[in-house]
């Protein structure tokens, strides 16, 4: 992850501070050292510590954080998780960006918690899609694995998903599995996104391998299960949140997909505070 995560953080550092830190090369105009309290101001999932961390470090590599706390954690409000130690200059220079990236991962590891928690008890997995912040995917599918999700494919070159489009530029549901399983690696699954119940049974008659079952009522994703009857694994998928979830587990589907744990998950508070010269 760190081959990949230095350069985008590196970037998002890049974005902050172009030429230099007005503000803090105003009131800090050389070295001190000092010391700032990393405080969790509501109650979640924390994720993404070590991300916190390597901003930091890339700006100062004798940056050093002590955590209390790991990621995957349930953390409280009003609870200390780290003490980052070093230049002052440093500390506030890269306070923004580190607290971004922390908030937002553990916005999402959170509210992924809250909507696996009403899977429980059922066989389905909870998978997230690409439907992720602008070269945030790492960072935010990474967020959605500790809060107990699941990772659908990571990119366009990670599996083959058939949609709505792919199907019409093929000319039909035959065509387009026929086209994808000549084209892609025979160690590649395929996929496709059916609307209806004769989607569903062309699509099996084709020799899908996973069936995603699209914005389909709940009526009709049960009739879809039955005449798959296990010749392909199920997926639902179509504005699935925290408030409707629940209805899926007594339908027999295999996998949930949800793009709300990445587009729709608040942020959680925290803040650095008590900066003090040491």
Not at 14 to 25: F, K, M, R, V, Y
Not at 61 to 78: A, I, L, R, S, Y
Not at 154 to 179: F, P, Q, R, T
């Amino acid at each position: 992850m760190k081959l990949n995560a230095d350069r985008l953080i590196q970037m998002a550092l890049e974005e902050d501070i172009t030429s230099e830190d007005l503000s803090t090369n105003a009131v800090m105009p050389e070295y001190k050292e000092g010391q700032v309290d990393l405080i969790c101001k509501e109650d979640g999932i924390i994720a993404g510590l070590s991300i916190f961390e390597r901003v930091f470090t890339l700006l100062d590599p004798k940056t050093q954080v002590e955590f209390m706390c790991k990621d995957g954690d349930q953390v409280k409000n009003g609870q200390l998780m780290a003490r980052v130690r070093g230049d002052i200059r440093v500390l506030l220079s890269g306070e923004r960006t580190a607290l971004n990236y922390l908030q937002r991962m553990s916005g999402i590891a959170t509210y992924t918690k809250s909507v696996s928690k009403l899977l429980e008890g059922s066989s389905i997995k909870l998978l997230d899609t690409r439907k992720t912040t602008p070269n945030n995917r790492i960072f935010e599918k990474y967020a959605v694995l500790v809060g107990g999700g699941n990772n659908h494919r990571y990119n366009l070159s990670d599996g083959v998903l058939l949609k709505d489009n792919h199907i019409g530029a093929a000319g039909g549901v035959k065509e387009a599995i026929e086209m994808a399983k000549a084209y892609a690696p025979f160690v590649r699954k395929i996929e496709i996104e059916v609307e209806n119940l004769d989607m569903v049974r062309e699509a099996i008659e084709a020799g899908a391998d996973i069936i995603m079952l699209d914005n389909m009522s709940d009526e009709d994703m049960a009739e879809a299960v039955k005449i798959i009857d296990g010749r392909a694994s199920t997926e639902c998928s179509g504005n699935v949140t925290k408030e409707n979830i629940a209805r899926l587990t007594k339908l027999g589907i295999d996998y949930v997909s949800s793009g709300a744990l990445t587009h729709s998950a608040p942020i959680l508070d925290i803040s650095l505070k008590n900066l003090h010269e040491v």
